[in-house]
């Protein structure tokens, strides 16, 4: 009678693993075997000897789970039962920050499920960051540099690859920015409660401006966006006068400092 000792699934080296891995049956006894077992589902084995037997886990098989896996002869016989664990796909939801400098990247942590198996995670064009995850329902990692970006904007998938395979992409988003230039302020002076324009490029997603005055304290102030290219901003009180600077900041990192004296 045959006798199954172990099975390993050839992806992952283990009693573990998903649809479309081929399984290897170690065992005695084994070369009568005309089907596997995989829980109620009878599967052709798709090669046979003493001693080995393998077959694919069939797309039938549940999500995840513990499965029963035995061989039955060609005389009826069926042998000891062994377990199989199928690794569930893996699912990701959100991230902790929606966008990364493009020029440093920076610490990012993925949410989702399925996670406890996987190897790595990907960034689209951006490119994949090796991980081990400690928690089945999150894994931080550093999101790369993108330093071949156009664009001010460059939105990448965030997938993970497990096991269990790879995460369905498009769920979850990224944005890489450039940082922003200043190219001009107009007027180059103001004082309290003045409005300026400030005129540049990559101004998307602007969400502070920073006076630097002459004793080198600053103040930050929430500009108004015009479109892509200008902002208007509001002198703020508190600025000692005499020759400053202004600088803008979004998710791709501060501007250039650009000259404004306060008058």
Do not use: R, W
């Amino acid at each position: 009678m045959a006798t199954i000792t172990s099975l390993v699934d050839t992806t992952t080296t283990t009693n573990q693993g998903k649809p479309g891995d081929t399984v290897q049956i170690n065992g005695t006894g084994l070369s009568t075997t005309t089907k596997v077992n995989f829980g109620a589902v009878a599967i052709t084995p798709a090669s046979v000897t003493a001693t080995l037997v393998t077959f694919v886990v069939p797309s039938t098989a549940p999500c995840s789970g513990q499965v029963s896996v035995s061989v039955t002869s060609s005389a009826g016989a069926t042998s000891n039962a062994l377990p199989f664990f199928v690794i569930a796909t893996p699912t990701t939801t959100g991230l902790s920050v929606t966008c990364v400098s493009a020029a440093t990247g920076g610490p990012v942590t993925l949410f989702g499920t399925n996670f406890l198996s996987g190897t790595q995670v990907g960034l689209g064009t951006v490119g994949n960051v090796p991980v081990t995850p400690t928690q089945s329902n999150q894994v931080t990692f550093t999101a790369p540099t993108n330093p071949g970006q156009v664009g001010t904007v460059s939105t990448q998938p965030v997938t993970i690859t497990t096991a269990g395979g790879t995460s369905a992409s498009g769920t979850t988003l990224i944005d890489y920015y450039l940082a922003p230039t200043i190219t001009s302020v107009l007027p180059i002076s103001g004082t309290e409660g003045d409005v300026i324009t400030v005129n540049g490029t990559g101004f998307v997603g602007v969400d502070t401006a920073t006076f630097t005055d002459s004793t080198a304290a600053t103040v930050t102030v929430v500009p108004t966006p015009v479109n892509e290219t200008q902002l208007s901003v509001t002198v703020p009180a508190g600025l000692a006068t005499g020759a400053g600077t202004i600088t803008v900041h979004t998710c791709g990192g501060n501007s250039n400092a650009q000259p404004f004296s306060i008058t």
